[in-house]
DNA sequence: CTGAAAGCGCTAACAT
DNA sequence: ATGTTAGCGCTTTCAG
């Protein structure tokens, strides 16, 4: 390796034990202040770093955090990422990045190689196929920190962080109905998800509100959370096919969202003239698009950063943490001429 | 931390030594087989696993590379670090990411940090702001593994993985040409990028190519490379109001090419009936903006995966690499409508 | 074929 | 106030 000095240098060069070098780079009290300064200002000369691997060895923490997520090349990911990253960056923690792409296996196998590379915790957001948890309960059991983000397990008892599903469901449905449209279909992600949950009973909980009956078969699950373009297709297609089409779409995640706006152009049909649009998107780039969508955006920076604040918290207490919180965060309606009546 | 089976703990249970298991997990040769299938069933029974940390302070090796990119959350990039953790995920590496946000002091920053965490070579795409590359210097002098990619320096001598640039703008420029485009603007990176370079070459060969005068006042340089709007605003607006305006613009840039289409809408101007446009990006959703878009785009993932091998080709090499390879890929041009005549 | 011991860089008792 | 030493988990001479 790209060599690199140690206490021992410094500790050889200045004719001191290697403790007291270690003392005085600790700002420990028992060290006279004349050896203390000559060693720091030799240290500083010779630009000295501890090397933090000997660090992890010896204190049993890598100071590394690992990330699970379903893939990187995400709008709502990248940023939750880029959020991680801020926080990580300034509390001395570097971060592992790991993609499931939507596979249950690969999660599995992610935790296992995180957890081999002894990171101090965990910042998952569960696969679309996720509905085993109990690899993360027995971490939990034994006390080992984990956050989730976005995507959460219901049955753990950790700290999560979450956007308001529920509130960002109801308003963009209820931006839907005030434009007129009272046939709404809502294709989402696994129902394994608990964000499918929550976004399918702020979808209902808005027709209720509003006296529109809520029709089943405007429900339609894409599993793979719109990873394979002709599931969405074949949803669609269905709905589209329907004696009773519906005039417009509610859309629950960023991948669908995208999806479905390029299938209906690639089939000619008319956003919004013949079927109309709103759904959830990290995307920054969907107001330049024909048509621009109404979406609901979450704040995933934000996210990614409260996220990692938590689990860094956990890691650093002194006691095991009992006392585990759920933070919601608003998610934020963007109305633009996709979900407009013509 | 999280408690974990250590070599010692099948030495003791096995009562042998800790060098003796060392060697049967190794597949030493100087064993007994019935004591190396004892081990070797035991170990895998209690599921150990080697301390990697541990494994890192013996061998000086911390089996993580460093990347540096100006963001995540960019379409390029992110696809780029999707192609780096593939490969480093099988070749048993972890992946630590950085931003510089285009600024050369959280790049130097970051470098400073990666080193200090012992990665055992870095992956580097350099910032807009950067012109001084002398820490890459004294390192590369060294025989530090460095792999750049993307944003090379053109000083210095190590492996590189870049697009066609030049004809990557070749044909960009071409299309907007034989579309019946003759006044044609360029807005592009900062200079100090060798990429912006090389795409104004391909650009400036073009026109020549085609027998059109270049005006060098269609060139305008946004040094922040889109990340501050008004810079590009700025230099649109000084275009549009030339007595002789551009008919189109190639962008150089992901940041910019979506910079300027936001803008021109913002601005009211017809894409492409007042200004076509085409530019490189890698963005997958700009054939369902309005205009569709012609760009190039360049294989990220691909370019992120080839960094990745010959980086580790490099770190594992035994002997210090002389010969550097500067691998060249072609980007696809996928012309829409927003450079046609109309 | 196997065990004992040193050493990677660092900290923290335990001496002095 | 400073030095000595053991130990974190593992590999690798060096003895036997």
Redesign the interface.
């Known amino acids: 390796?790209?060599?690199?000095v140690t206490i021992k240098d410094i500790a050889k060069a200045l004719g001191v034990s290697t403790s007291t070098v270690s003392r005085a780079l600790n700002g420990s009290y028992e060290i006279g202040t004349e050896t203390k300064k000559l060693v720091l200002e030799y240290a500083e000369k010779i630009n000295y770093?501890?090397?933090?691997?000997?660090l992890?060895?010896k204190e049993?923490?890598?100071h590394s955090i690992g990330v699970v997520v379903c893939?990187?090349?995400?709008?709502y990911f990248?940023?939750a990422?880029?959020g991680i990253?801020s926080i990580a960056?300034n509390r001395g923690y570097?971060?592992?990045?790991?993609?499931t792409h939507e596979s249950f296996d690969r999660e599995s196998a992610n935790v296992k190689?995180l957890?081999?590379?002894?990171v101090?915790g965990l910042l998952v957001s569960l696969s679309a196929q996720t509905t085993d948890t109990s690899q993360y309960k027995y971490?939990l059991d034994?006390?080992?920190p984990i956050v989730f983000f976005d995507r959460a397990a219901t049955d753990l008892n950790t700290h999560k962080v979450i956007a308001n599903n529920f509130k960002g469901a109801f308003e963009a449905t209820e931006t839907l109905l005030k434009a007129g449209f009272t046939k709404i279909a809502h294709i989402t992600n696994s129902n394994n998800l608990l964000i499918s949950r929550e976004r399918l009973d702020g979808f209902k909980a808005t027709l209720e509100q509003y006296g529109v009956e809520f029709n089943a078969a405007y429900i339609k699950h894409c599993n793979h959370g719109g990873m394979i373009r002709d599931e969405v297709e074949f949803a669609l297609k269905e709905l589209l096919n329907m004696a009773e089409p519906p005039e417009a779409i509610f859309s629950g995640s960023d991948r669908l969202t995208?999806s479905c706006?390029?299938i209906l152009?690639a089939m000619g049909i008319k956003i919004p003239e013949q079927l109309a649009l709103a759904g959830f998107t990290n995307?920054d780039?969907?107001?330049?698009?024909?048509?621009?969508l109404t979406v609901v955006r979450q704040p995933a920076f934000r996210i990614g950063q409260m996220a990692t604040e938590m689990l860094i918290k956990t890691i650093e207490s002194k006691w095991p943490v009992e006392e585990f919180s759920t933070e919601k965060v608003d998610a934020e309606l963007i109305v633009r001429s996709s979900s407009q009546k013509i």
């Open positions: 390796m790209f060599e690199s770093r501890p090397n933090p691997i000997a992890s060895l049993q923490k890598s893939e990187v090349a995400n709008d990248s940023q990422i880029n990253e960056y570097h971060v592992i990045i790991t993609q190689h957890l081999s590379r002894h101090d971490l034994k006390g080992f995208i706006v390029s152009k995307s780039v969907v107001q330049l698009f024909d048509p621009p």
